[in-house]
């Protein structure tokens, strides 16, 4: 029973497409398989899985522990009722900032491990979960350039992050809207398990310690424009019942545009970080209500 899934490269620094294997159906021998290829291709596709809710987070959390508060759910632009949602709509507004780059839950003090998606109901065009390769944008600096990356953090909050497109958020305690405070995250980052460098940032970085806040912003802008180019992304085009994973540590993720007036449903997973290599420092978030710093000041770097 557990003979090798097949692991097809994609054209890309990242990625890879696994076939002959059945996720209902993971044995240790199949798992070790897919965990080395998780650590070398850093994203994982699965056409034609079909999981259902159970099965999907039994395959999650093969990976590690399920993400406090955030653990799975439903990215969707339906209302519960079946109506579609519209920019008046808190999860719309959440969505429209996914169209951005970036690595899930940094603005929490412990950021995500990995991140999984499976698709349930697809548009006509449009809406692929795309991949960037941080390993790959890394390699691809001059020596000068991550001297001086190696020296930079940034604070992260979805307060930020949804600002800057237009969206305002209360302080109200919902994932993401926390009064813990804006954790202060390196810019690289070295994999725990594999030891490789990545850039580390996304949208919701938002000031470098040392730099007036708009020169921060357009180096922030700038690097991610910068790597989020071909040979280094994959865009993911989803047929009902597809799954992703990709290694959050080192890949980021957006979702392409699609027509919202066709709905878009894909089931999420999110796998925790560990606290020994994801839990950063918390300071006072100035788009905060509150803050209470002894929930989050103590963090070890
Ligand atoms: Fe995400």
Request: proline share 6%; net charge negative.
């Amino acid at each position: 029973m557990s003979n090798a899934p097949t692991f097809e490269p994609i054209d890309a620094t990242l990625g890879a497409v696994v076939t002959n294997v059945d996720l209902n159906q993971v044995d240790d021998g199949t798992w070790g398989h897919i965990h080395a290829a998780f650590l070398k291709y850093g994203v994982l596709v699965f056409p034609g899985q079909h999981l259902d809710d159970d099965a999907q987070q039994a395959f999650a959390y093969r990976f590690g522990d399920r993400m406090e508060g955030r653990a799975s759910g439903r990215i969707t632009n339906q209302r519960k009722d079946g109506t579609l949602a519209t920019k008046q709509d808190e999860a719309f507004r959440l969505q429209r900032g996914n169209e951005g780059w970036h690595i899930d839950s940094t603005y929490m003090p412990l950021a995500a491990k990995a991140g999984m998606l499976s698709a349930l109901k697809v548009p006509p065009a449009g809406g692929q979960t795309e991949f960037a390769d941080m390993r790959a944008a890394w390699d691809a600096l001059d020596a000068a350039k991550q001297k001086q990356l190696e020296g930079l953090s940034a604070y992260h909050s979805l307060y930020h992050s949804q600002r800057k497109i237009g969206f305002v958020h209360n302080t109200d305690q919902r994932y993401g809207f926390h009064t813990q405070g804006a954790p202060l995250r390196p810019m690289t980052k070295r994999h725990p398990e594999t030891g490789r460098m990545a850039i580390y940032a996304g949208r919701h970085a938002y000031e470098i310690p040392g730099m007036e806040a708009e020169e921060s912003e357009r180096f922030i802008d700038d690097l991610m424009a910068w790597a989020c180019q071909p040979p280094r992304i994959y865009s993911h085009q989803w047929q009902v019942g597809d799954l992703a994973v990709w290694d959050n540590r080192c890949i980021m993720h957006r979702a392409a545009l699609y027509d919202t007036s066709h709905p878009r449903v894909l089931r999420s997973s999110r796998v925790s970080g560990d606290p020994a290599t994801e839990l950063a420092p918390t300071f006072a978030d100035p788009l905060a209500d509150d803050f209470e710093p002894e929930t989050g000041a103590q963090a070890a770097g």
